[in-house]
């Protein structure tokens, strides 16, 4: 990989290979109040955080609008969870008003710890042995020593992700397994999130859309029978009642000089259809997205700027667009 950061995605998408997930941030959370404290902030159910489970989770403001998406890692005692680098310091500076609330419980990131972005079965088990067959969904998880092994979504087309959670330096063993594996872009990694239907959030576009327009609750991150929680209120009317029109397709263009950006509309025929979350364009020049659109505006005409989009296929259900109740988690 050039010092210089790569402009586009690499196509296909390399079959093996590994990348620093830089634009993350992991946060540890310690003390006796730990699971209480992000119990009440996140749409996740912390006792299902264990240290062979990694769920992601949500962070909603009280209209339940969400403005932080997370995983989160047990490391012993402690909870780590990660935070998009732009708005880390936003993040934990509202976060922080509810830790108050816990004496004794402390919130910090951790400047030694990152999170590596593994594509391909082979890497994964030259990491950690009988990974492929031991981790077989997403979320589950394997101690590496110190670090944790966490298995994602696939892309849609059948390419296997990880997430290696690195708590600390690397064993000379790990170093050389990546040393001799291809190191990636990461923009790679963002294409195949995009590809996987794994969404992230934006100063753009925070604040913007309750978790199941995210499709949040297909990728195992929203707990609908777990306590209260910030926003869940209205997380769960949306849920039991039925309410959503809207959740999040991936798109393809043909050609486009730039991506577009976050926040940029979509349109369907003569109306607006939704807004885009996160797009890459390939050096072939085509360019992939996440929109969150309108269910009834899904099957019309679909431009982004100057561009025509289709819709393609997700790795996962969406049941709500069926007309299909999800099932409980």
């Not at 730990?34 to 949500?58: C, E, W």
């Not at 990694?189 to 969404?199: D, Q």
């Not at 039925?242 to 393809?252: E, I, P």
């Amino acid at each position: 990989m050039s010092s210089a950061q790569q402009a586009n995605a690499r196509s296909p998408l390399a079959a093996s290979g590994w990348t620093v997930i830089g634009d993350r941030q992991l946060v540890r959370v310690s003390g006796t109040g730990a699971d209480k404290f992000l119990h009440g902030q996140f749409s996740q159910n912390l006792s299902d955080v264990t240290a062979a489970y990694s769920p992601r989770a949500a962070a909603c403001n009280p209209k339940g609008r969400a403005y932080a998406l997370v995983r989160l890692v047990r490391d012993g005692d402690d909870l780590l969870f990660d935070l998009s680098a732009t708005m880390a310091d936003e993040t934990l500076a509202h976060l922080n008003k509810y830790r108050m609330l816990f004496r004794g419980t402390t919130m910090a990131v951790e400047p030694e710890a990152r999170i590596l972005g593994i594509l391909g079965q082979e890497l994964a088990e030259s990491l950690c042995r009988g990974a492929s067959q031991s981790l077989d969904r997403p979320g589950a998880t394997a101690g590496i020593g110190r670090h944790r092994l966490v298995r994602t979504e696939d892309t849609a087309e059948g390419l296997a992700r990880y997430e290696l959670w690195q708590i600390g330096p690397l064993s000379g063993e790990l170093e050389q397994v990546l040393s001799a594996a291809p190191e990636l872009d990461l923009i790679d990694w963002r294409a195949s999130e995009i590809a996987a239907g794994v969404p992230a959030l934006t100063p753009e576009t925070r604040d913007h859309f309750v978790p199941q327009m995210l499709n949040w609750q297909h990728l195992q991150g929203i707990h609908f029978k777990k306590g209260c929680y910030t926003g869940q209120e209205v997380i769960a009317r949306m849920h039991f009642l039925g309410q959503l029109k809207k959740s999040l397709y991936r798109l393809g263009l043909d050609s486009a000089d730039v991506p577009p950006q976050p926040g940029e509309p979509v349109h369907g025929g003569e109306r607006n259809a939704g807004e885009l979350v996160n797009a890459v364009r390939y050096e072939d020049g085509r360019v992939e997205c996440l929109a969150v659109l309108r269910h009834d505006s899904a099957d019309a005409e679909l431009t982004v700027g100057a561009s025509r989009a289709r819709v393609l296929p997700l790795p996962y259900r969406v049941p709500e667009r069926e007309n299909r109740p999800a099932a409980d988690t």
